[in-house]
């Protein structure tokens, strides 16, 4: 910022006085310049609304799109979203996270239906406009892939906070109760799991174990963040289970089979499972553990000198509401309380800052979340100590950012 | 919804057993159906999410749009918001109502100056990097143009909830406080006033009490439901003054001037001013009060036969919190408490729900809401009592919709 002296035309000087965190925003080396004068877009009409009766982003923001996973197929994969331009909690729908195993379907509403059979005493059938009707819920809950982040499991990889944490975004979803709809159709005595397919060509398939579902709220959404669900999403209708990791979210959901034990699907035999140490694999492993990371300064960001910077990032569990964010600049020797942003929301995104002064030398930034339940964000040794190196879902370890001298901002294992 | 039965095939049947609300779903018309076989959808690879890095809605959802008011130039007027589509409390960016009063200028991240001027001890000029390296809050809050409603003063005239209501729509924003800003600036003692002029053609220009305005967390916003503020919203800085009249939430801003008084111009003067009964204006009338609208179901919808319906709408008051809100089916006469969905949150919209049981009679349904500090939403005949009929703004008086014998759902006045 630029302080203009009437008598001695502009000079710098940089202030922040009246700030009540008490950090101080010292000179930088930005040229001095003068008031401006009337720009050329308030010379004349400005852009007709028209054009958009759906809103788009400026074309400044360009970059700030989805990164898509390299794959084998051009129809699946996973396309990540980009933490590091992100502010807040909620993420904008066309920047939602995706993971898909068969390209998206295209599934017209009146077209779409839902069936709902096993271990039930009335086989259903519903329509979209059968689910609508039905009494709605709304809650604002993150999702994240439980394969995120699984590529810092062994060396740092990811160039970008999008690259290493961009399977995680969060939304405001709509929808009416798994409860509802199991109470039509009424559930058998016995009846311990669901297992929910979706309508897309994988016809992918995880079992739920039912309590907990319903415990936690499970949700058959047809909106988010106020719209219709996208159609990378599950449009028109998906399974929203709070905390429960991404893939068991079912998208396009198109079958619910009441059984007495799991399907032991594809998903949850073949994938989605921890290879542990001595060979066995863990499974069913569904609730995302408690993590944070630092969006910004994070990883290919550069900072523009020495002085006040605010460290920001976002922290979640899956088991409820973050209690705490420390965060260090030493590399974990010492940490600070972050003041975590509110209202705070149990199985959402938390924005959390912390003001810090650059001194100009190397410094690595981390964070460590603790949520509800006293459960802390473990380091990546200690991680890597409980699963070894061949596990690759549910990597929640302490993302570590180095400030180099010259202010780059690199991924590094510390 | 259809209940198959194996034995004798599928045949119709609705109950709603176990539903917590205790409302119940009774048979409608709609035909029987056998269970789905393989959709074609899942017979073949789906769409390749490539090829939208930044995500659009689905297709089939084509109509849920903004509508423009008709004006009498082409880079000149309003669009609003389709709530009659929408779920839950946030507006989507894409769907975020808006008012222009020269169209929408094209300004450039690095080309973005703020000047602070007038009574500070410091003139300065921000550049957006500036703005955006000092210390960040974020909120969720409600906008709504005071114009909303206007055109019902008098007679019911919106055909739909988005005609009626649209210009009101519900963001979570990020940006630095204005206390931080004016505190660098350093404010002069006897300064009481703040002139913000944004940066499109018609250099809207409004002056704001400073006290209130930092009482209530004012906001220089560059981010809205995670993402840079879209173009029609003010890009890349606008105002963000939490329950204030719309018009006061200047977009693109471009100079903060520090005064002893209000700048008495032409858009707190000629408009943005309540004519009185008695040929005198009401000025300056900020905040905007507690209101509500019912938005399913409500004007131009259909309902669909007899039976179970959930009455769904919003609440929202520029003092604060919504306490409570109370629905009516039979035009005033008795009411009945909505359900609040959760959290509640101050000056942001809060999405109510009350089940309700349509016998196919003709029903007048009427929502009112109060918020914490008491205040009822008043009739139109109270507001009328107190403003006369040539006022314009500030409209939030009790809305009714008339559900016809035919299911068909108009605009009334009762």
């Not at 331009?85 to 066309?94: A, D, E, R, S």
């Not at 998903?267 to 553990?289: C, H, I, S, W």
């Not at 006040?308 to 030493?330: H, M, N, P, Q, T």
Request: proline share 7%.
């Amino acid at each position: 910022m630029t302080v203009i002296n009437p008598r001695r035309g502009p000079r710098r000087r940089h202030v922040l006085e009246g700030l009540a965190a008490g950090a101080v925003l010292v000179p930088s080396a930005r040229a001095t310049e003068a008031p401006p004068a009337i720009p050329s877009w308030m010379q004349a009409q400005g852009a007709d609304v028209n054009a958009h009766p759906y809103g788009q982003p400026a074309a400044f923001e360009a970059e700030v799109v989805r990164e898509r996973m390299k794959s084998r197929t051009l129809t699946a994969g996973a396309s990540f979203t980009p933490l590091q331009h992100l502010h807040g909690t909620i993420t904008p729908n066309g920047l939602f996270y995706e993971r898909d195993h068969g390209g998206v379907p295209t599934i017209g509403p009146a077209a779409y239906r839902l069936l709902v059979d096993g271990m039930v005493d009335r086989p259903m059938i519903f329509t979209l406009s059968d689910l609508k009707r039905l009494p709605a819920v709304s809650a604002r809950h993150f999702m994240e892939c439980s394969g995120n982040s699984g590529t810092e499991w062994t060396k740092p990889t990811g160039r970008t906070v999008q690259e290493t944490h961009g399977l995680l975004s969060c939304s405001e979803w709509t929808g009416t109760k798994l409860e509802i709809v199991l109470g039509i159709a009424g559930v058998k005595p016995g009846a311990g799991w669901c297992v929910a397919e979706g309508g897309d060509a994988a016809a992918l398939d995880r079992s739920i174990p039912l309590e907990h579902a319903l415990k936690i709220g499970a949700m058959l959404a047809y909106a988010q963040n106020g719209e219709a669900l996208r159609p990378e999403q599950g449009y028109p209708v998906r399974l929203v289970l709070p905390g429960f990791e991404g893939n068991t979210n079912i998208k396009w959901l198109r079958h619910l089979e009441l059984r007495r034990g799991p399907a032991m699907s594809k998903e949850e035999t073949a994938y989605y499972t921890e290879l542990l140490p001595d060979g066995k694999a863990e499974q069913f492993n569904f609730v995302m553990r408690a993590k944070s990371v630092i969006t910004y300064p994070s990883g290919s960001q550069k900072l523009d000198g020495t002085g006040f910077y605010e460290i920001s990032g976002l922290a979640w569990s899956g088991s409820g509401r973050i209690k705490a964010v420390d965060v260090s600049v030493d590399g974990g020797k010492t940490w600070q309380p972050a003041t975590l942003q509110g209202p705070i929301e149990p199985i959402c995104l938390t924005r959390f800052r912390l003001p810090w002064r650059w001194n100009g030398g190397s410094a690595v930034l981390q964070s460590r979340a603790v949520d509800e339940t006293g459960y802390v964000q473990p380091t990546l040794k200690s991680l890597v100590g409980q699963y070894g190196l061949h596990a690759h879902y549910h990597n929640n370890a302490i993302q570590s950012w180095q400030v180099e001298t010259s202010g780059d901002v690199i991924n590094v294992h510390a």
